[in-house]
């Protein structure tokens, strides 16, 4: 089955986070086919739930000189940040992993994580989700760590 494309540019994302990771808990990571004693698989999925609103700051604050010519005095306008809102996708993404002995089928070691957040956060969504996943290795977690 093809992969669907957006998810092939944020796979290298999720792969170096999960690496960084593991060699947190660790493991020697080695690039390359055929190398290592354990594999680890992962199983990446998004999911489109909607959307949500957000915050998107405009223009800094200004000062402009106020009043006219014709004025004794002065005055000043001052014009402040405003926060416009606009609608942002939501989506919810599963990271899986799988720890597998090299030439194995047998699972070692398997763990979950999801979130829904924004769309377009893939560096702080795969870092949460790797970290996530891992922090109870090597004990098996239960179930299916849910990141807010």
Do not use: C, N
């Amino acid at each position: 089955m093809p992969i669907d494309p957006s998810l092939r540019a944020s796979l290298s994302t999720f792969v170096d986070d999960v690496d960084s990771t593991l060699a947190e808990k660790g493991f020697t990571t080695i690039k390359g086919p055929g190398h290592a004693r354990f594999v680890a698989e992962l199983s990446l999925t998004r999911t489109d739930v909607g959307t949500t609103t957000a915050k998107v700051s405009v223009a800094g604050s200004e000062i402009a000189p106020g009043g006219s010519s014709s004025q004794v005095g002065g005055g000043v306008t001052v014009m402040l940040p405003t926060a416009k809102v606009r609608t942002v996708p939501l989506q919810q993404t599963r990271l899986e992993i799988r720890i597998k002995k090299r030439g194995e089928d047998a699972v070692i070691w398997h763990g979950a994580a999801l979130t829904v957040r924004a769309a377009g956060q893939d560096r702080a969504i795969s870092a949460d989700l790797a970290k996530a996943i891992l922090r109870t290795y090597p004990e098996q977690a239960e179930g299916v760590a849910s990141v807010p």
